[in-house]
């Protein structure tokens, strides 16, 4: 459902908007007043009714509203203010909290786990190979009719797949279905809650609950207050920005539109990807090449790099060990600008979480996703049309910018092999989505990928697919190959490799 405009899209944009609102506007005595506004702003009686009552839907957005705030959901067997804990929140300084996706129990559907079931279509086939091929008799005939025996189903989907008519459905959570670590389980009541000793905070099972049951913390409204306080805030915005915003929306319109709203810089992200393709490709070189390690483990995508350290830990120490694109760029902006907060805007769910780990000093004060970034624009009426700046942000080269698609981190880092370290083999292997990247990890454990350059992406499809994004996978892939393709340098220097980030 990513990229399409729902009911679901069009409520949580209407929060951040409506949040970002009230972080720019409100006055300190307004502000309770003005949150505990919002449900009714957002849902009365001139508004679509999406849920059984306008109650239901009133309290859904409640919970977006806190969980907009970077607060946690109310607890359900206790009474709560809507309000409570704002301020600890209304503070530029507050990082996110874990658990970072959160279910919301009053949204969820309770559908069902996975299941198969006989449906209208079934002809009653004198054949019956349904029944012929279920190994444990699960399967009568009722009325002429295919039945299941639930207690009997063993979930196999044997008889979905023989049957000629395609009458038999498999119903599935398409939140778990969308969980490649098998994080979505279900409480007493048949909803849906999240392991977080499981969860990588991907945001899969966000953009894949067709309930809109699912969200994620925010610092929306920390980074607007700071704005509103004229604090000195530099951007770094991630290569899948392009398209994002409108399919002619230029670096110099997001540059002057991002300065109206008070930021001081911007820079392109895709810097530091560049900085980290030099760096890995003599990674690869200084330690695979010689057999001192049996491969390496890409490191820019956070979902991936919790996968393979939290269920692969053997692999740990295969994890590239230098900086995230995110880091890097958020360490260079530092050194010229010691004393400004950077925010890093992307498409990515998990690198809120990057952001505030302390095993890595990110620099990272704030990460806001491009759907967050347009409730502030719609907070603010501005019209990127509107807005050109005189200038661009950095001019990254094309191999950094591919860092935003499946395949483009090792893509990168190949090529610069290839170019600084002539006659260098290498084998390059990728993996988009958890399952594919638990599945390549497995491979990579059992010796079956030595010698490799392993790139992981949690999302299918790379970041351009991440959780936070506005637009069609398939719009932003070409928007961005454009992009890659009209860089004016292919390849970042060699001498970056000499770029210190303490």
């Known amino acids: 459902m990513r990229g399409i405009e729902t009911p679901i899209s069009k409520v949580r944009r209407q929060v951040f908007e409506e949040i970002a609102r009230i972080a720019f ?6 502000m309770n007043d003005d949150i505990e506004e919002v449900p009714y702003k957002i849902v009365n009686e001139d508004t679509e009714l ?4 306008i109650y239901q839907s009133r309290e859904i ?5 806190r969980l907009a705030m970077g607060m946690s959901l109310r607890p359900e067997d206790r009474m709560v203010h809507l309000t409570a804990g704002i301020e600890e929140s209304n503070i530029s300084e507050k990082y996110y909290e874990p658990p970072l996706m959160q279910v919301i129990p009053s949204a969820c559907n309770a559908c069902e786990e996975k299941g198969y079931e006989v449906s209208d279509m079934c002809k009653g086939c004198v054949a019956h190979p349904c029944r012929q091929v279920c190994p444990v008799g699960a399967i009568t ?11 009997k189903c063993i979930k196999c989907g044997k008889c979905k797949a023989i049957c000629p008519y395609d009458a038999i459905s498999k119903k599935e959570r398409p939140c778990q ?3 490649g670590v098998g994080a979505i389980k279900s409480d007493k009541l048949g909803r849906a809650y999240i392991d977080n000793d499981k969860c990588v905070s991907c945001g899969q099972c966000m953009v894949s609950c067709p309930f809109g049951a699912i969200s994620d913390k925010s610092q929306v409204f920390q980074l607007c207050r700071a704005l509103k306080e004229g604090q000195e805030i530099i951007a770094e915005i991630a290569p899948a920005f392009v398209g994002q915003f409108g399919p002619n929306i230029t670096p110099r319109n997001i540059k002057a539109a991002l300065q109206e709203l ?10 530091g990807a560049d900085i980290g393709a030099i760096a890995e490709a003599h990674h690869y070189v200084e330690k695979v090449v010689t057999g001192e390690l049996p491969f390496l483990l890409t490191s820019c995508c956070p979902a991936w790099s919790v996968l393979a350290k939290k269920y692969f830990p053997d692999l740990a120490d295969k994890v590239s060990q230098e900086l995230t694109p995110m880091v890097a760029t958020a360490r260079t902006i530092k050194q010229e600008h010691p004393n400004a907060k950077v925010v890093f805007i992307g498409p990515c769910a998990s690198k809120k979480l990057e ?3 302390r095993t890595v000093r990110s620099d990272v004060d704030f990460v806001i996703t491009f759907e967050e970034l347009q409730g502030m624009f719609d907070a603010k009426d501005i019209d990127l049309t509107k807005f050109e700046a005189e200038s661009s942000f950095h001019n990254a080269t094309g191999a950094g910018r591919g860092y935003a698609v499946a395949g483009g981190v090792a893509s990168a880092i190949e090529r610069c092999i290839k170019e600084y370290y002539p006659g260098t083999e290498v084998k390059i292997e990728h993996a988009e989505g958890l399952a594919e990247c638990k599945k390549i990890l497995t491979l990579a454990k059992a010796g079956k990928k030595n010698g490799c350059l392993i790139e992981g992406m949690g999302c299918p499809g790379g970041c351009v697919a991440g959780a936070g994004t506005n637009i069609p996978i398939a719009k932003a892939q070409k928007a961005l190959a454009d992009f890659v393709k009209n860089s004016t340098k292919p390849l970042p220097s060699k001498e970056l490799e000499e770029i210190e980030l303490k």
């Open 50 to 53: 999406y849920r059984e009552s």
């Open 177 to 179: 279905k969308a969980c």
């Open 25 to 30: 506007n409100s006055t300190s005595q307004s």
């Open 355 to 357: 952001a505030s780990r």
């Open 141 to 151: 005939m009722v009325k002429n009719k295919s039945y299941i025996d639930q207690s």
């Open 262 to 271: 008070g930021f001081s810089e911007v820079y392109e992200t895709a810097l």
């Open 61 to 65: 957005v409640r919970e977006r509203v």
